[in-house]
């Protein structure tokens, strides 16, 4: 074995329960529950995705056939790519008869969901807007340098660590486009990046979730797209290629994917936009009372900012601006007045974030005190109806019959979670 290979499999060991101490369920998405476990050969805390089998089989008949591997398979491919302090790493692969999965890093703070609604208003203030606003930033150019596009941008999606930072996770929906220009090399090492390429570029390391995939996007894509990032010193606006998947969270999504016109990475920008209204004044600006209504005001209502005229106010008009080729983008979004005067090289590092999550030992002190034992599988299988697909899914068609999508019901729940789901719903259609 080379050291490559061999530094390859200690950074992704394969996982199974024999290691792994189930301590709680700490929430659930379109196909997968993730759990907080105990890594005891290795003494750490990780949350751990887990997806079942019969549930991947079924939705991809339902949708498209491989589709579903294909999409498990993009995002640990893309997991195994990630080396930046804002994203999770790749812990580890699980592959049993019954389930798939992956561990990434822990983070005790829950979400920016959470944490906005644990204030007094409900609303984050405006300096504290402009960190996570910053970090939200710094990580989707990442990502669009590494040719990946978001396109699942929403408060639950975005972590709080243990130190205070962001850490962004749930790449089921992304998708990779032609990358703009090289990764940053700052925080995330340039040379671990290549390191990772280089180690899934190779053939004859073939993981469970490799084999799981094997009809699908291989990390090997993954490396090649990567490595297409050297070569390119185009600019987004330049970019012509496109995706057309209907995909997205409904009160998130952009007009283009509506429309069906075709779209790139200023779909993240939008989201982006979407997320800074959220947390300043506490709902979204296109929710109605149902999606076809929603997706009406997305494509023809403009945004009540109300209040003073403030830079954020108008960063988050020009962010929510309909025409994609009109909408602000990375450069003109680093130096928008909102964020005058930001170090954007140690952004970061900053050692005091405005809310490092409180009793962090204790939290898991306690569930590791737990000794009651989760049967993992038939948690899965519980809430996922056994894989019954038809059970779990509803379809909704618009009236001009211009868009289709097949939406995962998220209303099943199990009282033992720790924290809810979004109360929106994720859409996938190729």
């Given amino acids: 074995m080379s050291d490559e290979e061999d530094l390859h499999r200690r950074e992704i060991p394969h996982l199974s329960f024999n290691r792994l101490k189930v301590l709680s369920a700490l929430g659930r998405g379109a196909k997968g529950v993730v759990f907080l476990v105990k890594d ?29 591997y294909r999409r498990v398979c993009f995002e640990q491919g893309v997991l195994s790519l990630l080396r930046h ?41 405006d300096d504290i807007i ?4 910053a970090e939200l930033v710094i990580a989707l150019e990442y990502l669009h ?16 660590q243990e130190n205070g930072h962001i850490m962004m996770v749930d790449f089921d929906l992304s998708t990779k486009l032609s ?34 995939c094997n009809s699908g996007i291989s990390p090997e894509d993954l490396a090649s797209m990567n490595g297409h990032s050297e070569n390119s010193a185009r600019a987004e606006s330049d970019s012509t290629e496109k995706s057309n998947s209907f995909v997205g969270t409904e009160e998130y999504v952009a007009p283009e994917i509506i429309s069906g016109e075709g779209h790139n990475f200023a779909v993240d920008w939008w989201s982006l936009g979407v997320l800074l209204y959220e947390m ?39 962010l929510l601006e309909k025409d994609p080729k009109q909408r602000i983008e990375l450069e003109e979004i680093k130096g928008h007045d909102f964020f005058r005067g930001m170090d954007w090289e140690s952004v970061v590092q900053i050692s005091r974030p ?24 038939s948690v899965v299988q519980g809430i996922f109806q056994n894989g019954d697909v038809e059970k779990n899914k509803k379809t909704d068609q618009k009236q001009s019959g211009d868009y289709a999508e097949i939406v995962n019901n998220k209303k099943v729940w199990n009282g033992a979670f720790n924290h809810h789901p979004t109360q929106t719903e994720n859409f996938l259609v190729f």
């Fill in 179 to 212: 990358p703009r220009t090289t990764p940053a090399s700052s925080p995330c090492s340039s040379n671990s990046v290549a390191t990772s390429r280089n180690s899934l570029s190779s053939k004859k390391r073939p993981s469970p979730f490799h084999r799981l």
């Fill in 280 to 318: 300043l004044y506490g709902v979204t600006p296109f929710k109605g009372s149902n999606r076809k209504e929603t997706f009406y005001r997305i494509l023809t209502k403009t945004p009540d900012l109300n209040g003073e005229a403030t830079p954020l106010r108008d960063l988050i008009r020009k």
């Fill in 130 to 133: 402009r960190f996570y606003a």
């Fill in 145 to 160: 340098k590494l040719g990946i596009a978001y396109r699942d941008l929403k408060p639950e999606n975005v972590m709080v």
């Fill in 85 to 125: 302090p804002l994203f999770p790493r790749l812990r580890g692969v699980l592959d049993t008869d019954k389930l798939v999965g992956y561990a990434i890093d822990y983070c005790p703070g829950r979400d920016l969901n959470v944490l906005r609604k644990r204030q007094s208003e409900k609303m984050f203030s």
């Fill in 40 to 68: 005891e050969d290795r003494d750490e805390f990780l949350a751990l995705k887990v997806i079942s089998k019969a549930l991947i089989e079924k939705k991809g008949k339902a949708v498209a056939e491989g589709n579903e």
């Fill in 354 to 377: 405005p809310f490092i999550p409180e009793n962090v030992d204790n939290d898991i002190e306690g569930n590791n005190n737990n000794n009651t034992n989760i049967d993992v599988e």
